[in-house]
């Protein structure tokens, strides 16, 4: 309300704890220290918090430069319903542990996918990993 | 996570490994130090110096200051600052000390060993720069101080530029280094020169024109200021630029430095030298604005460092506090950055706390009307007034919890790192885009929200005056830069500077003309055709203004209509003398009208005239058709649009008369062969259907009709009979579409054979009647 009424501005949100959502899927929790005309945030204390199902582990980090065109969405944390969480926290190597699992079975389970199609003579083009357009 | 190495060195990494090698040091040394290359065993020189330095040392300061001096360093390098032998010291500055006349040798003297406090810590200094480019040193066994500190801290290049710097003003007391205070050192070795024959020597005092460290000071604060700027821009001279701002526009707000780090900073030359050599007393900003963390809490919590708070604020300032607090030293900043800072040291704690004493307190409402600037946001009035509505709620809510959330804040030491002023940066670069000069181009649909919602309120709730002002958005004029390069009469090409604003053209491109006659013909060809899309583009507005008559005629009221329809005489007039060339005659300009047709946009063009033109233009404009178009066929081979035509002129050969229709018919005969190639077209097939038709259809509906009055129709009837029955299938195209009544029109004129004939070619069937 400060700087500019009426428009959308990180400005306000500067020294607050935020989450922000990175294109290539990662969660990044942190203080909001600094931004920029093209969204650039400067993260302090960050933590990257790494979501399995309906655990979580934490890997901190320390201060981020995220570019801004790299965010996807950023939002300020409720510092008190942060403490009520229904998820599960972990510690790092289990989470990672988790993580490769997952993604393990999803590697699989697009295999067979793509296995099963190729039978019956369809072809699915792969998506490029990089999904930007 | 990172290791910051102390950077008060000025070594790196690499540097530090070449320690061990031993050769190639002693080769760089042998580079470096030229006089060294020509002369003989530096080894020895060293060992003099080291000797005189420490005998004046001794002489003067007694025997402490020599201890402190030879410190020995760390381990593993041979800078140690190690005893000199008195005996050679001796030899070097015996004549200095006697000689009275050399006043730049008593200065030299006092200069190196005199009281200066900065030499007391040279022990210290060394020890820090243990690790300095070694291969300058050149590993000297037994380094004095002088020469080891010349020899520790010289780089060549420095060596170099710094011959060439003037003398420095030997006020710089307050560095810890002596290394800003040796500036004074190179108007000495002229001095010292003349007197001294050794080269070695002189070499050696050249290179006590010691490089400047930059000072440790800014270190301290955690940043160097200067750091924040990115270079100047060495290429962007006043001439033909706009105005040169030392900073490019995209670097972020410096903090308000002091005077002279201003005057340095509005030079448009880039300084290649960090030398701070003119830097008077500096003092640290009194309370500098980014604190580091470290430096805030020691500085909040110690209590013996400046006067006491005015009771009542607590040691660690809450967030509130500090932010009002830089928002009034911005201020102060702004007012004038030289009385603060020259209040001096950490007591510009005070006037800081002066203006914000009483604010200290209650802070809602303070914030709740920091709000809205009226000079850089141009909002519609009904948005401000919701935004002041909602901003008042907030304020409302928040006197009550704000203290609350303040307490939580008030232990964050790192706010702040965004200082009031970037983000007040940020807010303008963002604001920027806001601006236009048309709002309702730019943003139509925010203010046609706004209006709605104006409107609706007004209509839910009675009229009242303040909802009824109209938004009035100031008109920000939109600035033409064009630049112009700038270029100098006579000279070879342009100036070869560049900047953001003006880039430079990197390929000047020249228009060559080819002088081959085909290439001229061509030249004309399209010239010619770039005409002809003028003219039609020309009559096409025209035409549209014909066609938008109706709608206007609607819509004006009464009064005015008369003149609209005036108006509207003259557009069409006008269409049609553009058609006409010359004047005496009614026909349409076969020159004019083939070269509109012969443009695709022209025969779309003409196809939309037609119907606006009265009868007699329109006419003639069929006869101009039809009379040429076998040249119209032959150019619309390409495009096949002449059968756009086919609608219009239906309808204008409906209404045409039979002597017209007559004589169209004969024109489209015209010259002996044109009949083939108009069959050949099929606009051309279906043209003369067309007139047959309508022929028939005269001739069978009215049975007064002048269409046999004189026998032209039927002979050319007859004609063309027999063109139909002479030309081969294949050369007849099929029309668009076969009226009905040919049959009935041939059985008028041809006996049953050849009409059979006739039918067959044409696939006319008498069930078609």
Request: hydrophobic share 30%; aromatic share 6%; with cysteine.
């Amino acid at each position: 309300m400060n700087y500019m009424p009426g428009t959308a501005s990180l400005i306000e949100d500067i020294d607050k704890k935020h989450l922000v959502l990175l294109r290539d899927g990662r969660t990044l929790i942190g203080i909001l220290r600094s931004i920029d005309q093209f969204a650039n945030l400067v993260l302090h204390q960050t933590v990257e918090r790494i979501h399995v199902g309906k655990k979580f582990g934490d890997i901190p980090r320390g201060i981020f430069v995220v570019r801004g065109e790299n965010v996807v969405l950023l939002g300020e944390v409720d510092l008190d319903k942060e403490c009520d969480q229904i998820l599960q926290r972990v510690s790092i190597e289990e989470i990672l542990e988790e993580q490769r699992t997952e993604q393990q079975a999803k590697q699989e389970s697009e295999r067979l996918k793509l296995q099963a199609v190729k039978e019956r003579g369809l072809s699915i083009p792969k998506a490029d990993t990089l999904d930007d357009f | 996570m990172f290791h910051f190495q102390s950077f008060d060195d000025d070594c790196t990494l690499e540097e530090e490994g070449l320690v061990g090698e031993e050769d190639e040091i002693d080769q760089f040394n042998d580079d470096t130090f030229g006089a060294g290359a020509i002369d003989d065993d530096w080894q020895e020189e060293h060992a003099r110096l080291a000797e005189l330095d420490e005998r004046v040392r001794d002489g003067l300061h007694g025997t402490g200051d020599a201890s402190s001096v030879d410190l020995p360093h760390p381990g593993g390098n041979a800078h140690s600052s190690a005893l000199p032998q008195p005996s050679s010291s001796s030899q070097l500055y015996p004549d200095i000390d006697g000689r009275g006349g050399g006043d730049l040798a008593e200065s030299l003297t006092r200069l190196i060993l005199g009281s200066d406090p900065a030499i007391a810590g040279v022990g210290t200094t060394s020890s820090d720069r243990s690790r300095l480019p070694p291969m300058l040193s050149g590993q000297p066994p037994q380094p004095s101080a002088l020469a080891g500190q010349s020899s520790l801290l010289l780089s060549y290049q420095q060596q170099q530029r710094l011959l060439h710097r003037g003398p420095a003003p030997l006020s710089q007391i307050n560095s810890h280094s002596i290394w800003e205070n040796s500036m004074g050192f190179s108007p000495v070795s002229s001095g010292l020169v003349t007197q001294k024959e050794d080269k070695t020597l002189m070499s050696i005092i050249k290179e006590v024109g010691l490089p400047n460290r930059p000072p440790t000071l800014s270190r301290e604060e955690g940043r160097d200021l200067s750091e924040r700027v990115p270079p100047p821009r060495s290429s962007s001279p006043v001439i033909g630029s706009p105005p040169v701002r030392a900073v490019p526009i995209g670097t972020p707000p410096k903090q308000p430095m002091s005077l002279i780090h201003n005057q340095h900073q509005q030079n448009n030359h880039p300084s290649t030298v960090h030398v701070r050599a003119s830097v008077p007393l500096r003092y640290p900003p009194p309370f500098p604005e980014r604190l580091s963390p470290n430096n805030l809490l020691s500085i909040a919590n110690s209590p013996l460092s400046h006067p006491p708070f005015p009771a009542g604020v607590g040691p660690v300032l809450s967030q509130i506090q500090r932010a009002q607090l830089l928002n009034s030293q911005v201020g102060q900043f702004q007012r004038g950055p030289a009385p603060p800072l020259l209040q001096g040291g950490v007591g510009g704690f005070r006037p800081f706390f002066g203006p914000s004493g009483p604010r200290v307190g209650p802070h809602g409402p303070p914030l709740g009307h920091a709000p809205i600037r009226h000079n850089t946001t141009h909002l519609h009035p009904q948005h401000r007034r919701m935004l002041n509505q909602r901003m008042q709620n907030r304020g409302l809510g928040d006197h009550v919890g704000g203290r609350g959330v303040g307490d939580r804040k008030n232990r964050d030491p790192y706010s702040n790192l965004m200082t009031q002023r970037e983000k007040e940066w940020v807010a303008r670069i963002q604001m920027m885009q806001l601006q236009s000069t048309d709002p309702y181009l730019d943003d139509y649909y925010y203010q046609n929200y706004y209006e709605k919602m104006e409107k609706r309120q007004e209509r839910d709730r009675d009229n009242r005056k303040e909802h009824t002002t109209k938004l009035i958005t100031p008109q920000v004029a939109k600035l033409e830069h064009t630049y112009r390069p700038v270029q100098f009469a006579g000279s070879l090409g342009k100036l070869t500077v560049s900047s953001v604003n003006n880039p430079r053209k990197m390929i000047d491109a020249v228009v060559t003309t080819r002088s081959d006659d085909e290439e001229k013909r061509e030249k004309q060809v399209w010239n010619k055709r770039r005409q002809i899309l003028y003219t039609v583009e020309k009559m096409y507005s025209l035409l549209l203004e014909v066609q938008d008559f109706e709608k206007k005629f609607l819509q004006t009221p009464e009064h005015q209509r008369d003149a609209l329809l005036e108006q509207h005489k003259t557009h069409t007039l006008q269409l049609y003398n553009s058609l006409r060339e010359k004047e005496w005659d009614d026909r349409v300009s076969d020159e004019q009208c083939l070269m509109i047709m012969s443009v695709r946009k022209g025969k779309r063009l003409i196809s939309r005239l037609l119907p606006f033109l009265p009868q007699p233009q329109a006419a003639a404009v069929l006869m101009g058709i039809a009379r040429n178009l076998p040249a119209l066929a032959k150019k619309d081979k390409q495009d096949q649009v002449l059968c756009w035509l086919v609608e219009p002129v239906t309808a204008v050969i409906q209404s045409m008369s039979s002597t017209s229709l007559t004589d169209l018919l004969q024109e489209l005969q015209g010259s002996e062969g044109q009949l083939p190639l108009v069959l050949q077209n099929k606009f051309g097939v279906t043209l003369l259907y067309l007139i047959l038709s309508e022929g028939e259809r005269m001739q069978s509906s009215d049975p007064n009709c002048q269409l046999m009055d004189d026998n032209r129709w039927t002979e050319l009837v007859f004609s063309v009979t027999r063109e139909l029955l002479k030309v081969p299938s294949s050369a007849l195209s099929s029309p668009l579409f076969t009226p009905p009544n040919l049959v009935s029109l041939f059985s008028r004129y041809v006996d049953r054979q050849r009409l059979e004939l006739l039918q067959e070619k044409l696939q006319i069937t008498a069930l078609s009647r």
